[in-house]
């Protein structure tokens, strides 16, 4: 799977789009999990692959996107060439992910999270901004199978 940095956006809008600020807690991130998935469920499209991607995602931004008092932003959309773009927004511009995901140690408990979003996405990456937010986005081709 290939990460990017930045994806420049189309300029068409989307067929389909969800957002919603969520608190940057647990519950926050499981919250978006389950609104990911009984968003896509409306939608009719296929849920289990998003649902890991968003689970992965909110997660670490409430564990490592935290700022007291600030949310998080879960955004859904879908093209009309059949890609599904999640993006989980925090106020945590100054801790992005690596470029590239290592493993953790293979006793450790975490440290997982980025290289399940590699292995599930098409495409993943960061963008920076607005101040002092980061996206961490993915893409999943509902098109082809998985």
Known sequence: MNQESVRPRTTHPPACQFTILLSATRRG???????????????????????QIVAELANNAALHGHVPGRSFRLGLSLSEAA?????????????????????????????????????LSDRWGTELGPTPCKTIWAEVDLSTPT
């Open 29 to 51: 991130a499981r919250l978006a999990r389950l609104l990911a998935v009984d968003q896509l469920r409306s939608w009719g499209l296929p849920f289990e692959t998003a649902e």
């Open 83 to 119: 890609t599904l773009r999640i993006e989980v927004t925090d106020p945590r511009a100054d801790r992005c992910p690596p470029d590239e995901p290592q493993p953790p140690a293979a006793d450790a408990e975490s440290g997982r999270g980025l290289l399940l979003v590699a292995a």
